[in-house]
C-alpha cells in the first residue's frame, strides 16, 4: 500500500502535517476526516500504480471537463455559500458539510456544483483549487476568499464574509432596477406617445389645413413636426437602418479600451448620474477590499481582484496605476488621491487605516458609509430624474401643440 504525506487542518484552525498508509488518496482523505481534520494538501510518498479506484476517479474527472457545467446565480451561490459557513461553523469537517448540503441541493447547478466540489476535494484538491477548475460562477472574488479561507483556518468566519458581499452586491442591483423602473417607464411613454402623434395623429389633423392653403408659408413648428412626419412615413427603412449602425458602431467603438476608458470617464461628469455611478462603485470596492484584506490576503492580491468590481475603467485604470504605485513601496492612498476618482473620505480612510495597522476595520466602516451614501444617491436620482423627463414632455407636448395651432389662429386671421 502506498504511503502519502499531507498537510491538514482541524476543527480549531490548527496545521497539521505528517504521513499515513492507504490504499488511495480518497481512503488517506476518510482516516483523516476521522481523526476530525481536513486535507489541504496530500501526496504520494511511494510509487505505486494508481488502484482501480483513482483510475475511476481521474476519469470521472477528465469526462466532467468535457461537458458543458452549469452555473448559477449571485443570489444562488450566496446561498450555498451560506450554506457551507454554516455547517463548518457547526463544527463538521469540509468533506461532512460539502455532503450535508449537496443532500439538501435543489435546482439544476447546484448538485452538479456540489458533485463536482466533492469530488476534486476527495481527491486532494483544497476549496478553492476545486472552484478554480469548475470555472463560472466561480469568478475571482470567490476564488480569492476561498483561497483565503483553505490557508487561513478561518474558513467558516471567511464564507460568512464572502456571503454577506455577495448577498450585498445582489441587494445593490436590485436596488438600482428598482430605483430605475418609473423613470424607464416614464421614458419610455414620452418616446411612444411622440412617435404616434407625429406619425399618426398630425398628419391627419393639419394635412387638410396645408392642402387647403398650399401657397401659405406655415409657421415654423409647423414645418418641423411636417417634415418629420413625412420622413419618418416615407423612410422608416433609413431611419431604422441608420438606429441599427449606430447601435453597433458603437459597440465597434467602445471595445477599444482607450474610447471605453474615454467614455467612463465622461459618464462620471454626468451631472447626479455620474456621482451615483461612483458612490456605487466606491462602495463595492470598499466593501470587497475590506473583506479581502481582513481575510488575510496580500493587498497586492485585493486591488487585482477588486479592480474587476469597479465596472468603470476610468476607475479600474486608477486601480491599475495604484497597484503599480503599491509593489514600488509606496503607500496605497497617495496614488488613491492623485487620481482625483475616488472621494477624499476613502483617501482619508486608507491614509489612517495604513498608519494605525487597521486599514481592514476602517475599510468595512467607511463601506457602511458609502452604502449610505449610495441610498442618499438613489433617492435623489429617482426624484431628480422623473421631473427632468416630465418637462422634456412639456416641451415635446408644447411644440406639437404650436404645430397644430399657430395654423388656425394664421388661418382665422386670414379670413378675419
Avoid at 74 to 86: C, N, Q, S, V, Y
Avoid at 246 to 275: C, H, M, Q, T
Avoid at 376 to 404: E, H, R
Wanted: overall charge positive; some cysteine.
Amino acid at each position: 500500500m502506498p504511503t502519502y504525506s499531507y498537510q491538514s487542518t482541524n476543527s480549531n484552525g490548527q496545521s497539521n502535517n505528517g504521513t499515513l498508509t492507504a490504499g488511495s488518496r480518497s481512503e488517506a482523505i476518510r482516516q483523516l476526516m476521522q481523526r476530525g481534520e481536513t486535507a489541504t494538501d496530500i501526496q504520494v510518498s511511494t510509487q505505486t500504480d494508481p488502484t482501480p479506484e483513482s483510475k475511476a476517479t481521474i476519469t470521472s474527472i477528465a469526462s466532467k471537463k468535457t461537458r458543458t457545467r452549469p452555473s448559477m446565480s449571485k443570489g444562488d451561490m450566496a446561498t450555498l455559500i451560506r450554506e457551507l459557513a454554516t455547517a463548518l461553523e457547526a463544527g463538521l469537517p469540509l468533506m461532512q458539510a460539502l455532503r450535508t448540503i449537496r443532500k439538501q441541493a435543489s435546482g439544476r447547478a447546484a448538485p452538479v456544483i456540489l458533485d463536482f466540489m466533492i469530488e476534486r476535494v476527495e481527491a486532494g484538491d483544497t476549496l478553492h483549487k476545486a472552484a478554480m477548475e469548475y470555472g463560472k460562477p466561480f469568478n475571482d472574488l470567490v476564488i480569492g476568499m476561498l483561497r483565503a479561507a483553505d490557508a487561513s483556518g478561518r474558513s467558516a468566519e471567511i464564507l460568512h464574509q464572502l456571503a454577506d458581499l455577495l448577498e450585498r452586491g445582489v441587494e445593490l442591483r436590485r436596488e438600482l432596477l428598482s430605483a430605475a423602473f418609473y423613470p424607464l417607464i416614464v421614458a419610455a411613454l414620452i418616446v411612444a406617445s411622440a412617435g404616434i402623434l407625429v406619425v399618426f395623429l398630425i398628419p391627419k389633423l393639419l394635412g387638410p389645413i396645408i392642402a387647403s392653403k398650399p401657397d401659405a408659408v406655415m409657421p415654423f413648428p409647423t414645418r418641423v413636426v411636417m417634415g418629420l412626419s413625412d420622413f419618418a412615413m416615407n423612410w422608416w427603412f433609413l431611419v431604422l437602418a441608420v438606429v441599427i449602425i449606430s447601435i453597433v458602431g458603437f459597440k465597434a467603438w467602445i471595445a477599444s479600451p482607450e474610447n471605453r476608458y474615454a467614455f467612463d470617464r465622461a459618464k462620471l461628469k454626468i451631472p447626479v448620474l455620474g456621482r451615483l455611478l461612483r458612490d456605487i462603485a466606491v462602495a463595492r470596492f470598499t466593501r470587497t477590499l475590506g473583506t479581502l484584506a481582513d481575510a488575510g490576503l496580500p493587498i497586492l492580491d485585493c486591488l487585482r481582484i477588486t479592480r474587476d468590481t469597479l465596472g468603470n475603467a476610468a476607475m479600474m485604470r486608477s486601480i491599475d496605476e495604484v497597484q503599480e504605485q503599491v509593489t514600488a513601496g509606496r503607500p496605497l492612498a497617495e496614488p488613491l488621491e492623485r487620481s482625483g476618482l475616488f472621494p477624499p473620505l476613502l483617501v482619508q480612510v486608507v491614509h489612517l487605516g495604513e498608519r494605525s495597522g487597521k486599514l481592514e476595520n476602517m475599510l468595512q466602516h467607511a463601506a457602511s458609509a458609502f452604502d449610505r451614501q449610495v441610498a442618499i444617491s438613489l433617492k435623489l436620482f429617482t426624484k431628480a430624474f422623473p421631473p427632468l423627463l416630465i418637462i422634456v414632455m412639456a416641451g415635446v407636448g408644447g411644440f406639437v401643440l404650436a404645430a397644430i395651432l399657430l395654423p388656425l389662429l394664421q388661418m382665422q386671421s386670414m379670413v378675419a
